[in-house]
């Protein structure tokens, strides 16, 4: 049986502060409800049929009782083969109880991990490009994949046990209130002693777990990082030294996990030696009843029997509480994701933009730093403007704001003084998706994702056909060196494009930025670190690309910008000229001085 999720008409925030009866160090653990109530058919199902079950349990030891009264005590083998019968019966039921239980709390796990685990990630896609220059990536990873795993088995398994245990132990002890009163008042005196112990060091391992998950965390992001970049590493002979401090970090890890397991297999043995304490008082207590003639010897076996399970379900509520520390430890580190605000959202009445696309882009008096309003301007009063169709070259030497301009422009940061604007609308007041469909943007160093070569050419349109994806490679020249590999497109590129030359992933981003068929072009040193012959190729698939396009283009190769319609030269980040090639060489400024460097050197200019 499955149900639909329901749609979340309430405010989660509203349905998780009504949950009121967590524990102050499991709190974290009340973020978990809303994902649980989204599926209520299969909620209702677990919570039945762990009641069948319990209810089957208990109903087991009231019987055993009747056959030694009335079987052994009265040596009647009938009544033994009758209440032997009416077990077996109750015995079936429950199995089949704990089964269907078991079957959907699983499977309810499963479901809340995985509706979890897409709301951070599609979270994280949301986040702004600030919160990703101080958080490392193989930390969030971890976050990701190991605590949602965590959360998965308490759900799956922690949270059906502790709602069975805690059945348990109110059915029991209403049982042993119902077979002997007498003998209930000394379970409930001894009851605080195990429970007070309990509750008080549980509060320890919460701390504990998050500094296990803290530890791991940081080992995932250290060797996210280094596995990366295991070219350099072993580039610059690194390898042992990297080793050294990967194992160093591992053994932080190991000693974090050995204490908080020390705390758990402490509490575990706390509450095993405070429930056998109490139970051989119970016998002492029980024997003494039935030499009085106050109870039975079936009673007695009974209430016996009640006792173990309400002390078996105590010892699995203390092995819970233990887990729940951990899962809430990794409930409250993705929840801070989910808290996590971006900072740069879309208007609350965004502007359309125009159609068909003017293709203009102009920077009035903008003004930003990294570290904030009051920082250290990485751009300084920069104002200019580019036309429809219009290529304007940013150029300057590195840390001059080049490629922060193209940053702002598409809105990865936001401007602390003045505007930029976008075919004549502030683009603060455009929805970000409308604002970054009008760029087509092409890195220095361009991502290229563990798939296919059409996979990658497709990311520019998802939805474009096949013979789409093919004209945009032969435009970017990238069918010329596809025809020779055995796959074609279907051929897997490796992770980041490991299996292709620069100028070749040089190419394949082209490709995906003519499939896209932007209005504006951004290339940022497309053509920096190319050997001549990938250079020249890569020119040609440029000059596909920007027939008809607005272009800004950063390059420190004057070779590839003599023929813009403008140049921007900044310095410490702020425009300090500005012309045509020809213009700004005249002037003899700092222009006239690079160009001067690079003809010297053998570049053609």
Do not use: C
């Given at each position: 049986?499955?149900d639909?999720?329901?749609?979340?008409?309430?405010?989660?925030?509203?349905?998780?502060?009504?949950?009121?009866?967590?524990?102050?160090?499991?709190?974290?653990?009340?973020?978990?409800?809303?994902?649980?109530?989204?599926?209520?058919?299969?909620?209702?199902?677990?919570?039945?049929?762990l009641?069948?079950?319990?209810?089957?349990s208990?109903?087991?030891?009231?019987?055993?009782g009747?056959a030694?009264?009335?079987?052994?005590?009265?040596?009647?083998?009938?009544m033994?083969?009758?209440?032997g019968?009416?077990?077996?019966?109750?015995?079936a039921?429950?199995?089949?109880?704990?089964?269907?239980?078991?079957?959907f709390?699983?499977?309810i796990?499963?479901?809340?991990?995985?509706?979890?685990?897409?709301?951070?990630?599609?979270?994280?896609?949301?986040?702004?490009?600030?919160?990703?220059?101080?958080?490392?990536?193989?930390?969030?990873t971890?976050r990701?994949?190991?605590?949602?795993?965590?959360?998965?088995?308490?759900?799956?398994?922690?949270f059906?046990?502790a709602l069975r245990?805690?059945v348990?132990?109110?059915?029991?002890l209403?049982?042993?209130?119902?077979?002997?009163p007498?003998?209930?008042?000394?379970?409930?005196?001894?009851?605080?002693?195990?429970?007070?112990?309990?509750?008080?060091?549980?509060?320890?391992?919460?701390g504990?777990?998050?500094?296990?998950?803290?530890?791991?965390?940081?080992?995932?992001?250290?060797a996210?990082?280094m596995?990366?970049?295991?070219?350099?590493?072993?580039?610059?002979?690194?390898?042992?030294v990297?080793a050294?401090?990967y194992?160093?970090?591992?053994?932080?890890?190991?000693?974090?996990e050995?204490?908080?397991?020390?705390?758990?297999?402490?509490?575990?043995?706390?509450v095993?030696?405070?429930?056998t304490?109490s139970?051989?008082?119970l016998?002492?207590w029980?024997?003494?009843?039935?030499f009085?003639?106050s109870?039975?010897?079936?009673?007695?076996?009974q209430f016996?029997?009640y006792?173990?399970?309400?002390?078996?379900?105590?010892?699995?509520?203390?092995?819970?509480?233990g887990?729940?520390?951990s899962?809430?430890?990794?409930?409250?580190?993705?929840?801070?994701?989910?808290?996590?605000?971006?900072?740069?959202v879309?208007?609350?009445t965004?502007?359309a933009?125009?159609?068909?696309?003017?293709g203009?882009?102009?920077?009035?008096q903008?003004?930003f730093?990294?570290s904030?309003p009051?920082g250290?301007?990485?751009?300084?009063?920069v104002s200019?403007?580019?036309?429809?169709?219009?290529?304007?070259?940013?150029?300057?030497?590195s840390?001059?704001?080049k490629?922060?301009?193209?940053?702002?422009?598409?809105r990865?940061?936001?401007?602390?003084?003045?505007?930029v604007s976008v075919?004549?609308?502030?683009?603060r007041?455009?929805?970000l998706?409308d604002?970054?469909?009008r760029?087509a943007?092409?890195?220095?160093?361009?991502?290229?994702?563990?798939g296919?070569?059409?996979?990658?050419?497709?990311f520019?349109?998802?939805?474009?056909?096949?013979?789409?994806v093919?004209?945009?490679a032969?435009?970017?020249l990238?069918?010329?060196?596809v025809?020779?590999?055995?796959?074609?497109?279907?051929t897997?590129?490796g992770?980041?494009?490991?299996?292709?030359?620069?100028?070749?992933k040089q190419r394949?981003?082209?490709a995906?930025?003519i499939?896209k068929?932007a209005?504006?072009?951004?290339?940022d040193?497309?053509?920096?670190a190319?050997?001549a012959?990938?250079?020249?190729?890569?020119?040609?698939?440029?000059?596909?690309?920007?027939a008809g396009?607005t272009t800004?283009?950063?390059?420190?190769?004057?070779?590839?910008?003599?023929?813009?319609?403008?140049?921007?030269?900044?310095?410490?980040?702020?425009?300090?000229?500005?012309?045509t090639?020809?213009?700004?060489?005249?002037?003899?400024?700092?222009?006239?001085e690079?160009?001067?460097?690079?003809f010297?050197?053998?570049?053609a200019?």
């Amino acid at each position: 049986m499955t149900d639909q999720a329901v749609p979340a008409q309430a405010n989660p925030e509203k349905i998780v502060s009504e949950v009121r009866a967590a524990p102050r160090q499991l709190q974290p653990l009340r973020r978990l409800v809303p994902f649980l109530l989204r599926y209520p058919v299969r909620l209702s199902l677990t919570v039945v049929f762990l009641l069948i079950s319990a209810i089957s349990s208990l109903a087991i030891p009231a019987i055993l009782g009747g056959a030694i009264d009335e079987g052994f005590v009265a040596q009647n083998i009938d009544m033994v083969g009758q209440y032997g019968w009416l077990i077996i019966g109750i015995a079936a039921i429950m199995a089949v109880a704990s089964g269907a239980r078991f079957y959907f709390i699983s499977v309810i796990g499963e479901r809340v991990v995985a509706d979890l685990r897409q709301a951070v990630f599609s979270h994280l896609l949301r986040l702004e490009t600030r919160y990703f220059d101080t958080h490392r990536v193989g930390e969030l990873t971890s976050r990701l994949n190991g605590d949602t795993v965590s959360i998965r088995n308490a759900v799956g398994s922690s949270f059906s046990l502790a709602l069975r245990s805690m059945v348990t132990i109110i059915g029991a002890l209403i049982m042993m209130i119902l077979t002997s009163p007498v003998l209930t008042l000394g379970v409930v005196v001894a009851l605080p002693a195990i429970l007070i112990p309990v509750m008080v060091y549980a509060r320890r391992l919460r701390g504990m777990s998050r500094r296990t998950q803290d530890a791991l965390a940081d080992l995932s992001a250290m060797a996210t990082e280094m596995l990366g970049a295991n070219r350099t590493v072993k580039a610059f002979t690194q390898e042992e030294v990297q080793a050294v401090h990967y194992n160093a970090s591992s053994e932080t890890s190991y000693r974090a996990e050995v204490k908080r397991l020390g705390a758990r297999a402490f509490l575990v043995g706390l509450v095993i030696f405070l429930g056998t304490a109490s139970l051989v008082g119970l016998v002492w207590w029980g024997a003494r009843s039935v030499f009085e003639g106050s109870v039975t010897a079936g009673q007695l076996a009974q209430f016996l029997v009640y006792a173990l399970m309400a002390s078996g379900a105590l010892t699995n509520v203390s092995e819970v509480l233990g887990n729940l520390q951990s899962v809430a430890g990794a409930t409250e580190r993705l929840t801070e994701i989910l808290d996590t605000d971006a900072e740069i959202v879309d208007p609350v009445t965004p502007v359309a933009l125009p159609e068909p696309p003017l293709g203009t882009v102009a920077f009035d008096q903008v003004s930003f730093s990294y570290s904030g309003p009051g920082g250290e301007n990485v751009l300084d009063n920069v104002s200019f403007s580019v036309g429809k169709g219009e290529t304007v070259a940013l150029v300057g030497p590195s840390g001059s704001g080049k490629s922060t301009t193209l940053s702002l422009l598409q809105r990865f940061y936001d401007v602390h003084a003045g505007s930029v604007s976008v075919d004549g609308v502030d683009i603060r007041k455009l929805k970000l998706s409308d604002l970054r469909q009008r760029f087509a943007y092409v890195e220095q160093e361009p991502i290229i994702f563990a798939g296919t070569i059409a996979e990658n050419i497709r990311f520019g349109k998802p939805d474009a056909g096949m013979d789409e994806v093919v004209a945009a490679a032969k435009a970017a020249l990238v069918d010329d060196f596809v025809a020779d590999l055995p796959k074609g497109y279907d051929t897997v590129v490796g992770e980041r494009g490991v299996m292709l030359s620069g100028g070749q992933k040089q190419r394949l981003a082209i490709a995906r930025a003519i499939l896209k068929n932007a209005p504006i072009l951004l290339l940022d040193e497309a053509t920096s670190a190319l050997d001549a012959r990938s250079e020249q190729l890569v020119q040609l698939a440029l000059e596909h690309l920007m027939a008809g396009r607005t272009t800004l283009v950063i390059a420190h190769r004057l070779a590839t910008i003599r023929d813009a319609d403008t140049i921007l030269v900044l310095d410490g980040g702020k425009i300090i000229d500005q012309g045509t090639h020809d213009e700004l060489v005249a002037k003899g400024g700092r222009y006239a001085e690079l160009a001067k460097l690079q003809f010297r050197l053998g570049e053609a200019v």
